[in-house]
């Protein structure tokens, strides 16, 4: 029997009182799966009732603070050739979905050996923060979808599906992450007990421990264990970046503005700046009005916006709009009037329609002309 025919995706779902976002989710994505597997890990309202709509294959799981032995359970359930995994907080657009069609008859009639797929995630704003709802926050890349019964899960939270240098095909389809609630209180918890057990963090469980304090606004904890972090030879050079970037803020929080500055440069020891890094330099010097360095620094972060950020979880926004409106801001503090103009111009070049670029367009211009009529 052709895999077309047989089935070849199932959807591996673990949730917990999901009942406002679960059908949001299965609706994106419902006609792409062959096999849909819910697993519910101890819900108080109607998170079941919601997912017998769409399958009767409706598993509960014993929580023991363990994400990853949930996500395995799940795994286990599959029965088609490859498994992919969503969260209730996530969808896929209708475009999305459109090319993960495409993708599927494309598997489907010839596999070529293809282990692990990657996809795009773009995260946007949490429930409590201000930023826009259209734009995303930021956008990293995960392994979504890979062959039933050879990858597991690892870690008791913040975990990690592990599937090395296996044979991997990357695609350009994301998926949308929208949360609908906070969970830094509960991964605390997890980490506190899990740090108990092991005696010590270290590694990748001290870089998460790091940035739930940081998320807590517990900057103390946060800084030291940064600190700590950054002594420890085992971390990634993305994660000693993000470490270096969090500390300043930190310190920024703590008021200890000559440890802030030196924790951004310490960033550039494990590797060329970074665009978001350098935006943070400028931001030092263009809270003290110092304009020409604050300029040269954003300067610099557009220079760097072709490089990327590499694996990093970074806003979006400092590698499109952000460092040319913020230049522009600083040369029209320092009457470079033609040129924050510009700058403002490439700034709405990436967001159109926004209304306090245009709003500055508008100022600028009035300035400009201003300056063209006046007597020399």
């Known amino acids: 029997m052709e895999a077309e025919q047989q089935g070849l995706f199932s959807l591996c779902m673990i949730v917990k009182d999901e009942e406002a976002v679960l059908g949001r989710c299965l609706d994106s994505v419902r006609d792409l799966m062959d096999e849909i597997i819910i697993v519910d890990t101890g819900s108080a309202d109607r998170t079941l009732t919601v997912a017998g709509w769409y399958t009767e294959k409706v598993f509960t799981y014993s929580w023991d603070e363990n994400f990853a032995a949930a996500r395995n359970y799940s795994f286990a359930q599959a029965t088609m050739p490859y498994v992919f995994w969503m969260d209730a907080d996530e969808l896929l ?7 993960l069609a495409r993708l599927k008859q494309q598997l489907a009639h010839e596999q070529n050996g293809v282990e692990v797929i990657w996809m795009g995630t773009r995260l946007f704003s949490q429930p409590t923060q201000a930023a826009s709802a259209l734009v995303p926050v930021h956008s990293e890349r995960h392994p979504r979808i890979v062959r039933n019964g050879r990858f597991h899960w690892r ?5 990690k599906l592990e599937v090395g240098t296996s044979a991997a095909m990357n695609t350009d389809i994301c998926i949308d992450h929208r949360p609908s609630a906070v969970h830094t209180e509960r991964n605390l ?11 010590e963090a270290t590694g990748t469980l001290l870089f998460h421990y790091a940035n739930e304090c940081f998320d807590a606004r517990d900057y103390p904890t946060a800084s030291a264990s940064y600190e700590k972090l950054l002594q420890d030879p085992s971390n990634s050079k993305d994660e000693r970046i993000t470490a270096c970037l969090r500390l300043s803020e930190c310190y920024r929080e703590l008021g200890m503005a000559e440890l802030r500055l030196n924790s951004l440069f310490r960033s550039f020891g494990f590797g060329l700046p970074q665009a978001d890094a350098c935006c943070s330099v400028a931001g030092f010097f263009e809270e003290r009005q110092e304009w020409e360095a604050a300029i040269y620094w954003y300067l610099q972060a557009i220079a760097r916006q072709a490089a990327g950020p590499g694996e990093r979880p970074v806003s979006q926004a400092y590698y499109t709009w952000m460092p040319h409106a913020l230049v522009s801001r600083c040369l029209a503090a320092a009457g470079e009037w033609q040129q924050a103009y510009q700058y403002n111009e490439q700034a709405l070049a990436y967001l159109p329609g926004d209304q306090v670029l245009l709003s500055k367009r508008k100022k600028l211009k009035q300035v400009l002309e201003m300056r063209r009529n006046s007597p020399e």
């Open 93 to 99: 657009a209708a475009r999305e979905a459109e090319k």
């Open 155 to 159: 870690g008791r939270v913040h975990e």
């Open 189 to 199: 918890q997890i980490m506190k007990r899990w740090i108990a057990e092991e005696g």
